[in-house]
T-cell receptor
Framework: DTEVTQTPKHLVMGMTNKKSLKCEQH?????MYWYKQKAKKPPELMFV???????INESVPSRFSPECPNSSLLNLHLHALQPEDSALYLC????????????FGPGTRLTVL | GQQVMQIPQYQHVQEGEDFTTYCNSS?????IQWYKQRPGGHPVFLIQ?????EVKKQKRLTFQFGEAKKNSSLHITATQTTDVGTYFC????????????FGTGTKLQVIP
């Protein structure tokens, strides 16, 4: 299974809502990533988990809270978001070795009203 | 911080014409990766280059890594409509061993 799945596909939320994005992979990868991608821009790294521990946080605002409950799952908890947080949120996974190819999920299209 | 620029930003070609995108890094890279993102889709890994001057081919796609390991190119021969999408290069960032910085991307449109 070489697939990364993400739910939901689309999410519309108000600025006071709390929601979560979910990501799952069964490739045995021990590195998992969250990226944010705005229209016509490259993916921007938000967080990296390595062996279920947060290894990189790219100075992301605390209204985004990642969680890695086990080696297959990655969550992104959202609270009090701003309209400018509207974007495509991509999850990816890879082997832990330096600079392995990353497998991306289809993404969650988030709209904040 | 590290910057990875790609040119051109956009390219429209007639089907059957060739296409090239260039990737330039502000720092020397240990390797370079290329990804393709179809419209409405997600990035899909194409290839990784590691050696200085390395050239790899995948059917109509030819990838090169510069001698100084600061630039790379992707050339597509005889484009097809299935080649439509945005092509990103990505290089390792000194900020973390699993961190890559994506280039600015080149969006390819193929006119049938």
């Amino acid at each position: 299974d070489t697939e990364v799945t993400q739910t939901p596909k689309h999410l519309v939320m108000g600025m006071t809502n709390k929601k979560s994005l979910k990501c799952e992979q069964h490739m045995g990868h021990r590195a998992m990533y969250w990226y944010k991608q705005k229209a016509k821009k490259p993916p921007e790294l938000m967080f990296v988990y390595s062996y279920e521990k947060l290894s990189i946080n790219e100075s992301v605002p605390s209204r985004f809270s990642p969680e890695c409950p086990n080696s297959s799952l990655l969550n992104l908890h959202l609270h009090a978001l701003q309209p400018e947080d509207s974007a495509l949120y991509l999850c990816a996974s890879s082997q832990v070795y330096r600079n392995n190819e990353q497998f991306f999920g289809p993404g969650t299209r988030l709209t904040v009203l | 911080g590290q910057q990875v620029m790609q040119i051109p930003q956009y390219q429209h070609v007639q089907e059957g014409e060739d296409f090239t995108t260039y990737c330039n890094s502000s720092t020397t890279l240990s390797n370079i990766q290329w990804y393709k993102q179809r419209p409405g889709g997600h990035p899909v890994f194409l290839i990784q280059l590691v050696k200085s001057g390395e050239v790899k081919k995948q059917k109509r796609l030819t990838f090169q890594f510069g001698e100084a390991k600061k630039n790379s190119s992707l050339h597509i021969t005889a484009t097809q409509t299935t080649d439509v999408g945005t092509y990103f290069c990505a290089g390792p960032d000194s900020g973390g061993y699993q961190k890559v910085t994506f280039g600015t991307g080149t969006k390819l449109q193929v006119i049938p």
